[in-house]
Nanobody
Framework: QLRLVESGGGSVQPGGSLKLSCVTSESTDSDYHMAWFRQAPGKERGGIAEREGVATLDADGPTTYAQVVKCRFTISKDNARNTLYLQMESLKTEVTAVYYC??????????????????????WGQGTQVTVSS
């Protein structure tokens, strides 16, 4: 079964940058859609249902971004390294959260909103904490 391991989280001041990484246990290439979600403080009890979509990368290449991060976050993948990335720029305090890498096999077309909902995704990593504060 596919396993996902995130890293790269940490503490940063507002306006700063971070790059998250997610190493997969096997090649995902064109076999999986990939995405980053986050779970804000205080929403942990809601489990996966309380995770908010940040950015998605379809198996065939198209990306989708949540409106609040568009133009500041970039999702990408290095297939040779089996690694998914999330480059985050101009960070704001409100993005403080645990960030999760997730994957799912393509099951058909989906709207951008559907891509950003957690119930669509089947494999999850353990998360990495991102804290933005002054």
């Amino acid at each position: 079964q596919l396993r996902l391991v995130e890293s790269g989280g940490g503490s940063v001041q507002p306006g700063g940058s971070l790059k998250l990484s997610c190493v997969t246990s096997e090649s995902t290439d064109s076999d999986y859609h990939m995405a980053w979600f986050r779970q804000a403080p205080g929403k942990e009890r809601g489990g996966i249902a309380e995770r908010e979509g940040v950015a998605t990368l379809d198996a065939d290449g198209p990306t989708t971004y949540a409106q609040v991060v568009k133009c500041r976050f970039t999702i990408s993948k290095d297939n040779a390294r089996n690694t998914l990335y999330l480059q985050m720029e101009s960070l704001k305090t409100e993005v403080t959260a645990v960030y999760y890498c997730t994957a799912t096999r393509p099951v058909g077309p989906a709207t951008p909103c559907a891509r950003l909902t957690p119930h669509r995704w089947s494999v999850w990593g353990q998360g990495t904490q991102v804290t933005v504060s002054s």
